[in-house]
């Protein structure tokens, strides 16, 4: 702990250490737009001609049915819908249960976005902010080794696509082979007609 | 009598004829309106890639929606089978679960492309699979339709009259159970989308090919019209062709850069996720809180003790000083040498008080501030004092040529300079100042 005292006191100041609370929640909030922004940012990248939009104009995505972006999408949802195992006194083993909803009855529309509850989040994070923890990251063998949980699950399933032999990186590598080879066919044509 | 029956048979033939006619018709213009034909019964063939594109895509945009759906079913079921409910909730949960699954049959019923059925294998007109010839001497490049079983998505039969569903999440084991047999189904449909997918991107590339060919062919029959105009007709293509180049790497620029925010969009999401988990985990942060507020500010590791201290300041840190001793500036010179204060060090050319004053001010102004206090018109004082205060202001001093000793500025910190080598020096400014 390292302290800087600003001022000299006529009596005895009360200092608390105390969990960090409002940062906690302050990064799930990140979490939670981080989640939300490329899973609306890759639907709409593989979004095939016939998706007509509100305005009755057909828009074409990118990346029209490409497949390793409907396999993220896929493992989004599919990781953030599970339960995860927890110590046994742990009632909390999926994501609604700590106030981020994914679409219960009364948020229907949803549709595999996540919402934050910030009056739920709040209750749970003052009164099981521990148990929360274990929710996100956890030794289930006492190897003190986190081996489950939410973050930690879904962090491994997101390094296939950031790893620099990842599957994103090489589509990448081959989008900047196919440009340079056809830039390459280009100026042999333009030379030809010189 | 045997007239009138000539008559009523004759009636009879040629509507029979009429409505023989309107079938042929029918049945011409719905192929004509697919650009297809029917092969036999189970299959159906067609002729350009853009067909069959977009025949994909209307698949892709159904099989999207059914896996949409069993992911919220997943979620109802592992809702149902992790949450604190009561019977009557399971049932509510249990009530979209039902629907939803209705929902998917009534999709399979509806999904059809042009007259072809592409899921409901029940109906009589589903053909199984769909057909592509893109020339006469290639073989057919075939897509075998899914067939999809009731049993797998958890129904007795396909029917909505009456529906029997076998899958249900009422009380928690049996929804664990459902969780199981989701994740089969979405893996089927996954599975499904990524051979859609892999097609529709190798129906691009014959596109791609059959564009190139016609484009040659058109030049060929332009070669042997005209000579002259064979040239300009090579020009324009060869323009037209650099313009289609262009057109192409734009396109695949677009792609790559939409590649690059996807990743990046994931590793900011992975960040975030480490906050959460790894070992900077915001879980293990501590806060310090004082009451009243404005006089602490502070930062506590991992590992401090939660609780609640009672501190008294009674005085806070000044500015560390250390003074030489009465001199008269007019008359001492300081001789010339290096000198180096915080491990910076620095050539002084020589000179009086005031000039080595000026020096200290002008190299060490981050560590120090130099000052000559006048006592009377004879005497001053040279004060050196730190910018920092507390621990942090400690001045370390390196003085191989006795600068400083010149002046006597040690002589307040009480060092035998004739008995002590330079390092111990160091260290017992330190100490001293750091006391002061």
């Known amino acids: 702990m390292s302290l800087t005292f600003k001022k000299v006191t006529d009596k005895e100041v009360n200092l608390t250490v105390n969990n960090n609370t409002k940062l906690v929640k302050e990064k799930i909030n990140s979490f939670v737009k981080a989640y939300n922004d490329l899973l609306k940012f890759s639907e709409n990248v593989i979004k095939p001609a016939l998706d007509v939009q509100e305005n009755g104009d057909e828009k074409k995505g990118i990346l029209p049915l490409n497949s390793s972006v409907a396999n993220l999408i896929h493992g989004l949802r599919i990781h953030t819908s599970n339960a995860y195992p927890t110590a046994k006194n742990n009632s909390i083993k999926i994501l609604r249960m700590i106030g981020i909803d994914q679409g219960s009855t009364s948020y229907g529309d949803l549709n595999g976005y996540l919402l934050v509850e910030e009056k739920k989040l709040d209750e749970v994070l003052s009164k099981k902010r521990n148990l929360v923890g274990q929710f996100f990251a956890f030794d289930s063998n006492n190897d003190r080794r986190l081996d489950t949980g939410f973050a930690f699950k879904m962090a491994q399933f997101l390094r296939t696509y950031t790893h620099y032999r990842g599957v994103f990186q090489t589509q990448i590598k081959g989008r900047y082979n196919e440009i340079r080879r056809l830039e390459n066919t280009a100026y042999r044509i333009k030379k030809s007609t010189d | ?436």
């Open chain 2, 1 to 436: 009598m045997k007239k009138q029956y000539n008559y009523t048979g004759t009636i009879f033939l040629r509507k029979v004829s009429i409505l023989f006619s309107i079938i042929i018709i029918l049945i011409f213009t719905s192929c004509k309106s697919t650009n297809a034909i029917y092969l036999n019964k189970r299959s159906v063939e067609l002729k350009r890639p853009v067909e069959m594109q977009l025949l994909l895509e209307r698949l892709e945009v159904h099989l999207q929606t059914i896996e949409d759906i069993l992911q919220r079913n997943r979620e109802l079921a592992i809702q149902s089978s992790n949450g604190i409910y009561t019977e009557g909730d399971r049932s509510l949960i249990d009530l979209e679960f039902q629907e939803l699954l209705k929902e998917i049959c009534r999709i399979r019923q509806s999904a059809h492309f042009k007259g072809i059925v592409l899921l409901n294998s029940d109906h009589p007109n589903w053909l199984g699979k769909v057909s592509l010839k893109v020339d006469s001497q290639s073989d057919l490049i075939t897509f075998v339709l899914p067939n999809f079983k009731p049993d797998k998505f958890g129904v007795l039969s396909w029917s909505l009259k009456p529906f029997q569903s076998k899958v249900h999440v009422k009380t928690p084991a049996i929804a664990n159970d459902a969780i199981g047999f989701l994740d089969k189904t979405l893996f089927k449909i996954a599975f499904e989308r990524a051979r859609i997918g892999a097609l529709y991107n190798r129906l691009y590339h014959i596109k791609n090919l059959q564009k190139r060919l016609s484009k040659k062919e058109n030049r060929n029959v332009q070669l042997n019209v005209k000579i002259k105009k064979q040239d300009r007709a090579r020009g324009d293509s060869k323009l037209r062709k650099i313009s289609m180049i262009q057109k192409r790497i734009k396109k695949v620029k677009l792609e790559r850069t939409a590649l690059k925010e996807i990743k990046n969009k994931v590793k900011t999401l992975r960040e975030q996720l480490r906050y959460l988990y790894y070992y900077n985990s915001v879980f293990k942060q501590k806060i310090i809180e004082t009451e009243p507020p404005g006089f602490i500010e502070g930062n506590a590791n991992n590992n401090t003790t939660l609780g609640t201290y009672k501190i008294k300041i009674l005085k806070l840190a000044s500015p560390l000083r250390i003074t030489s001793s009465t001199l008269n500036p007019q008359r001492v010179t300081i001789p010339k040498g290096k000198i180096s204060i915080n491990d910076k060090k620095e050539m002084f050319s020589g000179g009086d008080v005031y000039a080595f004053n000026k020096f200290l001010n002008k190299y060490f102004q981050s560590i120090l501030l130099a000052k000559v206090i006048h006592l009377n018109d004879k005497q001053a004082k040279l004060i050196l004092e730190s910018k920092e205060i507390g621990k942090n202001g400690i001045i370390k001093i390196s003085d191989p040529k006795r600068i400083l000793s010149s002046l006597n500025i040690y002589n307040n910190v009480k060092i035998d300079l004739m008995e002590l080598n330079y390092k111990e020096i160091q260290m017992k400014i330190c100490l001293t100042l750091f006391v002061v």
